[in-house]
């Protein structure tokens, strides 16, 4: 009987998500809020906010001055149930959180958010980028990975599935961006603008660009702007179909012949044997390991 080894694997039985335990903690901010100050305080270990309280995993995130000026009264410990969806999608987000952790311990970078979008490669290996470099700028391929959590189709256990995504990138030198004019572009950073401008023109000596929005003109600096790599503006400079060559394995003189190939590479660096464990809090008193899931003529 044949045996297939796949991309999926399953929690192991050592963790009951049917009676997940953590900790929680009564907001006296609003949920908004919570999330920016977690973010700001680049906090690694898994938390989850909703609207009024912060589940967190490591009871010594209690303890930090930023954590106590959000939150009123002492932290409780705690029980999810993988059962409930609200528990469910607690559950999920803290162990996108914890696989962050893990991969980039191996040196991965991340591209497109922590939770359910995110693209893990390594930058320095041509497995995973390819770039295209030109007078106008660098144009990147980003092949990678990425985890999709499914908490809730099993009580008391939850399923990885991980999937091959890419991720377009355009890099511009300051001195490049005036061949951009008439470009759609996005401000990344602390602008309050949050939308698609097109940018005017270009003020070397200043650093910045001037952008118009509807009738409206103004200016940002030209580090804190970017163009996204879309098809559109990829295909209009002539680059696209190189790019996607590369993202879906189809150059001729590629080394990575598949997907299969590639998975299998990636999983020679971040499993130990057929499993991967993420590891929830410092002291390693919650681990959540997991198994590849193996098919023989069909069946598990």
């Known amino acids: 009987m044949t045996t297939y080894i ?37 906090v690694k270990l898994p938390y989850f906010v909703t609207a009024e309280h ?9 303890s930090q001055d930023f954590f ?89 256990s939850v399923f990885v599935f991980f999937e091959i995504r890419h991720d377009f990138r ?16 996005k401000i990344r950073g602390p602008s309050s603008f949050r939308g698609m401008a097109i940018l005017d023109k270009v003020n070397g000596k200043n650093g910045v660009g001037i952008l118009k929005y509807g009738k409206k003109t103004f200016e940002a600096p030209l580090n804190e702007m970017y163009i996204p790599g879309s098809p559109a503006i990829l295909g209009k400079r002539r680059v696209f179909e190189a790019m996607l060559e590369f993202a879906n394995f189809m150059e001729e003189t590629q080394t990575i012949q598949d997907s299969f190939s590639f998975l299998n590479r990636v999983f020679q660096i971040i499993l130990q044997g057929d499993c991967f464990t993420l590891k929830m809090d410092k002291e390693g008193s919650i681990l959540c390991a997991f198994r590849r899931v193996c098919f023989q003529g069909g069946k598990r």
Do not use: H
């Open 6 to 42: 796949s991309n999926f694997f399953e929690s192991t039985q050592e963790l009951d998500y049917s009676r997940f335990r953590c900790y929680k903690a009564r907001l006296k901010v609003s949920e908004s809020q919570a999330w920016e100050t977690l973010r700001t305080s680049k």
């Open 54 to 62: 912060v589940f967190f995993t490591d009871q010594d995130l209690a």
């Open 170 to 185: 355009i890099e511009i030198p300051l001195e490049s961006w005036v061949k951009w004019t008439g470009y759609g572009v």
């Open 68 to 156: 106590v000026s959000m939150v009123t009264g002492k932290p409780q410990e705690a029980t999810l149930s993988n059962e409930k969806t609200a528990d469910a999608r607690t559950i999920g987000s803290m162990l996108y959180r914890s696989f962050n952790s893990y991969l980039t311990k191996l040196k991965f970078n991340c591209v497109g958010g922590i939770t359910a979008n995110s693209t893990y490669y390594l930058p320095e290996d041509t497995m995973y980028v390819k770039k295209i470099v030109r007078d106008e700028g660098t144009y990147s391929v980003i092949r990678g990975i990425g985890p999709k959590i499914y908490a809730k189709i099993k009580p008391g």
